[in-house]
């Protein structure tokens, strides 16, 4: 936790974020939020073009999935980045979560440039982002206007 010189709890930024992010998940449900979604995996590459990790002795399949959601809803735009990272080996599987919160110029996948802007995700943050990425969907589905996807598969 932390606190402030008069002991009163300050919000931390993934604080923020969930109210944020719970606030856009219904609005978005909605139809009252415009999204500009890049949406960036490999997890529809052949096998063969898939990196691979050993770790321990195991050897993981890596699948990467980046999303940059944007969107001029609140009152200063909003931007959100995700990377998630899975390794897949023969008895488990093995997923790294980050998320960011840069500047409007950084709307693109490089960690190294992303790395100041990381927030700190706990399974609550991260499961409430999935909600809004599975609400997005959903509205894609059913081609809703107010949504702009674009689609890239990750080498």
């Given at each position: 936790m932390i606190h402030n010189f008069h002991g009163m709890r300050k919000i931390k930024p993934s604080d923020k974020l969930l109210v944020q992010?719970?606030?856009?998940?219904?609005?978005?449900?909605k139809g009252n939020v415009e999204w500009e979604i890049l949406y960036s995996t490999t997890e529809y590459n052949q096998?063969?073009?898939?990196?691979?990790?050993?770790i321990e002795g195991e050897t993981?399949?890596?699948?990467?999935?980046?999303?940059s959601y944007f969107t001029h809803y609140y009152p200063t735009d909003f931007l959100l980045i995700t990377y998630e990272e899975?390794?897949?080996?023969?008895?488990?599987?093995k997923t790294t979560n980050l998320v960011f919160q840069p500047p409007l110029g950084i709307r693109?996948?490089?960690?190294?440039?992303?790395a100041s802007y990381a927030i700190d995700a706990d399974q609550i943050l991260i499961y409430q982002i999935h909600q809004l990425w599975t609400t997005i969907l959903e509205r894609k589905?059913?081609?809703?206007?107010?949504?702009?996807?674009e689609a890239e598969t990750r080498i």
């Open positions: 992010l719970q606030e856009l998940n219904r609005e978005t449900a096998l063969s073009e898939k990196k691979t990790r050993t993981y399949t890596v699948d990467e999935c980046f999303v899975i390794l897949s080996g023969p008895t488990e599987t693109y996948l490089d960690l190294d440039a992303l589905k059913n081609q809703a206007p107010e949504i702009h996807l």
